[in-house]
Each structure stands twice: as C-alpha cells, then as structure tokens.
C-alpha cells in the first residue's frame, strides 16, 4: 500500500470552477508539503504545514488555499480554477528533524 | 544565484552505458535527496544523502558536503532508468526543499 496517497490521480475542470485535491499518509509524518510542476521544470512550493495549526504560504501560494484536517490529511483548493493552474500536483510529507521527503504520486490537473 | 543547480540537462545512452549526473548546491542547501520522475509523472526517492556515499542495486551516490556537490552513478543503464532525474535540497534560512531543473536522461535499446 502507498504511504501518500492523492485523490483524484487526474482531473479535468472548467475556468471557473472550484476543485479540491486531497493527501493522505500513513507515515505517520507531523509536516506535510503541496507542490506543483509546471512541464519541463522543477517543483515549486505551494503551501506546506509543520502540524495541525502550523499553515505557511509557500513561493506561489496565490490563487491557492489549503486546509489541514488531522495530522494525515492536508487538501490544497483552487477556489476558482484558471488556465495558467494547469499543472502537475505534489503532496509530499516529512518528519520534523529529519529532512527527507516523500512523495505522493501526482494529481494531474487540466483547467480548460 | 542557483542554489540548486543539476548538470547535463539531457543524456543520450545506450542500454548497458554507464553514467555520471551532477548536482551542485549553494551554501544555503543541504541534506541533499535525488529523486526520479518517472515518464508517468511518479516521483521517486532514490537516495537521502547529506554526505557520504550510498548504493542501491546499479545505482549509487556521493555527496562531499564541504565541496558542495553530489554525484548520481547510473551502471549498465536500462531502458526503465529513462525519465528525470531531480536533486533537491533542504534551504538553511526556510527549512523548504529547493530542487534542481533536472537532468533528462533517455536510454535505448
């Protein structure tokens, strides 16, 4: 059984519209990480949580919210979806003190 | 400037050729991971190493934390090692992981 889970695997929504993607994790990990992967390039941070009550906007964190509902779930909304969101989505998880992070595997997401 | 930045960009082998890919990193990253993407998008850990050396199978890895630079080792290439291949590292100053623009690596039969 994967250790990060993403929901749903691929989506394709309408300018306009709001979606959510969710994480899960059975890690057992305390900080938990939302990236996005435009073709052709690295990843780059969205949001990221350190634990329950601990939310940090990461380097493009606009037009983006997040919530954490327990320590194993971390879901990342596009309130009103747009072209320019088309991306590949990453959850990936750590533990604090130790710098390793683990990955999801991707939520590919079409704004038409 | 770069604080990741990861070299060739692209490689071209054979099966069964042996490679070498670069990542150099600023002063402000450490604890260095490579990572593959794989050609359907799946991120996959392959080493965590701050410094030192680490071997898995045909893979293996060096990093020389004072230099500021890790080796990936790829022997006797398959045809399944095709896809990208990312370092990243963990930025000093925000705790977050600054990752490298990857090096695309095709092998062929």
């Known amino acids: 059984d994967a250790d990060v889970t993403q929901t749903p695997r691929n989506r394709i929504t309408k300018t306009g519209k709001r979606i959510m993607l969710e994480c899960s994790q059975t890690?057992?990990?305390?900080?938990m990480y939302w990236y996005r992967q435009d073709p052709g390039l690295g990843l780059r941070l969205i949001y990221y949580?350190?634990?329950?009550?601990?939310?940090n906007k990461g380097e493009i964190s606009d037009g983006y919210s997040v919530s954490r509902q327990a320590q194993a779930k971390f879901s990342l909304s596009l309130e009103s979806a747009i072209p320019n969101q088309t991306a590949l989505y990453f959850c990936?998880?750590?533990?604090?003190?130790?710098?390793?992070?683990?990955f999801g595997p991707g939520t590919r997401l079409t704004v038409t | 400037g770069i604080q990741v930045e990861q070299s060739p960009p692209d490689l071209i082998l054979q099966e069964g050729a042996n490679s070498t890919l670069r990542c150099n990193f600023s002063?402000?990253?450490?604890?260095l991971q490579w990572f593959h993407q794989n050609p359907w998008g799946q991120l996959i850990n392959l080493f965590y190493?701050?410094?030192g050396t680490k071997q898995n199978g045909r893979l293996s890895a060096t990093t020389v934390a004072t230099e500021r630079y890790s080796l990936l080792y790829i022997s006797s290439s398959q045809t399944t090692d095709s896809g990208v291949y990312f370092c990243?590292?963990?930025?000093?100053?925000?705790?977050?992981?600054?990752f490298g623009t990857g090096t695309r690596l095709q092998v062929f039969p």
């Open positions: 949580s350190f634990d329950v009550k601990d939310i």
């Open positions: 990936a998880t750590s533990v604090q003190g130790v710098h390793e992070q683990y």
């Open positions: 990243a590292g963990t930025s000093f100053n925000t705790d977050k992981l600054i």
């Open positions: 890690k057992g990990h305390d900080r």
């Open positions: 190493i701050p410094s």
């Open positions: 002063d402000s990253v450490n604890n």
